[in-house]
C-alpha cells in the first residue's frame, strides 16, 4: 500500500515583501498527511507571511520550492483552501452563508454557468457538516464570529479540499466557539483532510492540534508537540535567552 | 391638458421613449455594477472616474473638430470620456499603492486635478465657434430632454452590452469582491476580473454622462446599490434589488427634468436616488428584526 502523498512540503523556501527584505528565510518542511498541524511562533515571526507566500498570494516568494501533494499548486488548486484571518474579510458583504459555501463549488461549476439547485444542494450538504445548515439564508454579517468561520470551513468542505490551510482561525471567539471549531476541523481530519492552521496560543496547541511547526522567520524546530515546543526550542524561537538549569535536587 | 409639464402624446413621443428606455438601461447598469464598486470600497474611486470623464470629452471634442469630423458624435465622446476615466480609474490606486499615498489622499490628488484639466479644456469648448452650441454643458449634470434619439441608443447600447458581462461573470466577480484571496488560489485570473470590473465601472460612467452627468453619475452608482445593501439578502439579491432601484430612479429624474424646466437630469436622479436610500432604512429595519429573531433561535 502506497503512503499518501505530502500535502506540502516546503525546502529552502523565501518570501517577502516588495522592499526587498525576506521575511522567510529558508524554511523547510513536510507536513503530515491527516493530521492537524499548527504554525506557532512569536509575533511578527513571519506565520501568514509563510502561509500566503506558498499559496503564491505574494509577488516576492519563491513557490518553485513548494509542493503540494507532490506537485506545484497550479496544478492541484482544487485540492488546497486557504482560509484568511477573519479581519482580512468584509463581513458586512451581502452575501448569505448558502452563497459563501457555494462559492467553493465556483471552479467546478465553470464560467458562464449559473449556481444551479444542483450546486446549492451540495452547498447545503457542506453546510451541514459544520451543523449550518438551519443558518444558510442569514447573512453572514449577522452570523457571530465562530458561524463565520464554519461557514468559511463549508466553503472549503463544498472545494473538496484536502489540504486546509488557516490563518488564525480561533482569534476573537470565545471559549465555546473556540471548542466547537476545533472539533469540526478534527473531523475533517478524520474525513482524509489535513489542516495547516496559524496558532498563537501555545497554551492550547496540545488540545486542539498533532504536531507543530515551530517558526521565527525560518523553522526552529517540527514534529510532535512535545518535541516541536521543547523549552529549549521555545527559547530559540521566542529569544528568552537559554532555558534555566534544571534544579539540582 | 394644456399645461406644460403635462403628459400628453407629443411628450410621449418616440424620442422620448427612446431616451426614457436609455435611461432605464443606465439606471440597471449603475444599480448592479455599483453593488460591486460598493462591496470593493471603490465609491471614491467611480466618483474620480466620472469626474475624469470631463477632460476626455472635452479633448474628444476639439480633436474632432479639428479633424473636421462630427465632433459631437456620441461614439466619439463616448471614447474620449472613457479613456480619461480609464486612465484614473487604472491611476489612482497605483498612486495610492505605490507612493504610499492611501487611498483617501490618491482620489483626492486625481479627482482635483483631472476635473481642474477637465474645466479648463471646457473653457477651450466653449471659446470655439461651435462649442458652446454643442450642448456639451449638459455633460456636467446630465440633460435627458437635450439627447437625441442617436445618443439614446448608443448609451443603451453600451449599458446593455456591459450589462451582459456583468451577468456572464457574475460569480465571479462577486468571489474577487467578496475574498480575492481565495479567488487567487482557486485560480480565477484576479487581475484579469479586476480590470473587467474597473472596464464596467468606466461603461457605466460614459453611458450616464449625458444623462447623470459626471459630476452626479456616482450617485446613481452609489445611492440604489446602498439601498440594495441596506436592505439585505444575498448578493445575487442585492445586485438585482439595487438595478430596479437604479431603473425607477434613473427614470423618474428623466421624466421629472422633463416636466419641470431647468431641473437637471443628474439632480433630478440624484434626489430620487437618494429618497430611495432613506426609504430602504426602515425597510431593512422590518426585514432586520425578523432575521434577528430567527437567529436568536438557531443559534449555537
Known amino acids: ?249 | 391638458m394644456t399645461s406644460g409639464a403635462t403628459f400628453d402624446i407629443p411628450f410621449w413621443g418616440a424620442n422620448t421613449i427612446m431616451v426614457t428606455l436609455g435611461c432605464a438601461v443606465f439606471g440597471a447598469l449603475a444599480g448592479s455594477v455599483g453593488t460591486f464598486v460598493l462591496a470593493r470600497k471603490q465609491s471614491l474611486l467611480a466618483d474620480v472616474a466620472g469626474h475624469a470623464a470631463l477632460p476626455g470629452v472635452a479633448l474628444a471634442f476639439l480633436m474632432g473638430e479639428w479633424l473636421e469630423i462630427n465632433g459631437r458624435s456620441p461614439w466619439l465622446l463616448f471614447l474620449g470620456g472613457g479613456t480619461t476615466a480609464w486612465l484614473a480609474a487604472w491611476c489612482t490606486p497605483w498612486l495610492a499603492n505605490k507612493r504610499r499615498l492611501g487611498a483617501d489622499g490618491a482620489n483626492a490628488v486625481a479627482l482635483a486635478g483631472f476635473f481642474g484639466l477637465g474645466t479648463v479644456l471646457f473653457s477651450l469648448v466653449q471659446s470655439h465657434p461651435t462649442g458652446a452650441q454643442g450642448g456639451l454643458r449638459k455633460l456636467l449634470f446630465g440633460n435627458a430632454a437635450a439627447i437625441t434619439s442617436s445618443d439614446a441608443f448608443a448609451l443603451a447600447s453600451i449599458a446593455l452590452i456591459a450589462l451582459l458581462v456583468l451577468v456572464l461573470y457574475f460569480k465571479e466577480f462577486s468571489l474577487l469582491a467578496f475574498d480575492e484571496a481565495a479567488a487567487k488560489v482557486l485560480g480565477f485570473p484576479t487581475r484579469i476580473l479586476d480590470w473587467m470590473l474597473l472596464l464596467l465601472l468606466v461603461a457605466t460612467v460614459v453611458a450616464g454622462m449625458q444623462v447623470a452627468g459626471v459630476a452626479l453619475v456616482v450617485s446613481m452608482l452609489i445611492a440604489p446599490a446602498a439601498a440594495a445593501r441596506v436592505i439585505g439578502g444575498s448578493f445575487a439579491k442585492t445586485a438585482t434589488l439595487a438595478a430596479c432601484i437604479g431603473v425607477a430612479c434613473a427614470v423618474t429624474g428623466a421624466i421629472a427634468s422633463r416636466a419641470i424646466d431647468h431641473v437637471p437630469t443628474g439632480s433630478a436622479m440624484t434626489l430620487a436616488a437618494t429618497g430611495a436610500f432613506f426609504l430602504s432604512i426602515p425597510v431593512a429595519r422590518f426585514f432586520h428584526s425578523k432575521r434577528e429573531h430567527v437567529a436568536k433561535e438557531l443559534a449555537v
Open chain 1, 1 to 249: 500500500m502506497s503512503a499518501k502523498p505530502c500535502p506540502l512540503d516546503i525546502q529552502n523556501f523565501s518570501a517577502g515583501y516588495g522592499n526587498g527584505e525576506l521575511v522567510v528565510r529558508d524554511a523547510s518542511f513536510r507536513l503530515r498527511a491527516g493530521a492537524m498541524t499548527a504554525l506557532v511562533g512569536p509575533n511578527g515571526a513571519g506565520k501568514s507571511t509563510l502561509l500566503k507566500g506558498a499559496l503564491g498570494l505574494l509577488t516576492h516568494a519563491d513557490t518553485a520550492c513548494v509542493r503540494f501533494f507532490g506537485r506545484p499548486l497550479e496544478e492541484v488548486r482544487a485540492r488546497v483552501a486557504y482560509l484568511p484571518q477573519r479581519a482580512e474579510i468584509d463581513w458586512t458583504f451581502p452575501a448569505s452563508a448558502l452563497d459563501v459555501a457555494a462559492m467553493g463549488l465556483y471552479r467546478k461549476i465553470g464560467f458562464f454557468h449559473r449556481v444551479t439547485g444542483r450546486w446549492k444542494a451540495e452547498a447545503r450538504k457542506a453546510l451541514a457538516l459544520v451543523g449550518m445548515e438551519s443558518l444558510e439564508n442569514m447573512p453572514i454579517g449577522e452570523l457571530s464570529g465562530g458561524q463565520q468561520q464554519r461557514v468559511l470551513l463549508a466553503r472549503s468542505l463544498a472545494q473538496g479540499a484536502d489540504l486546509l490551510m488557516l490563518d488564525e482561525p480561533f482569534v476573537n471567539v470565545d471559549f465555546a466557539t473556540e471548542e466547537r471549531l476545533g472539533a469540526v476541523l478534527r473531523e475533517a481530519c478524520q474525513r482524509g483532510m489535513s489542516v495547516f492552521a496559524v496558532h498563537h496560543d501555545l497554551g492550547d496547541v496540545r488540545r486542539y492540534f498533532d504536531e507543530a511547526v515551530l517558526f521565527d522567520g525560518t523553522v526552529v524546530a517540527h514534529g510532535a508537540i512535545d518535541v516541536a515546543l521543547a523549552d529549549a526550542n521555545l527559547h530559540e524561537a521566542f529569544r528568552l535567552g537559554p532555558p534555566p538549569e534544571e534544579a539540582i535536587p
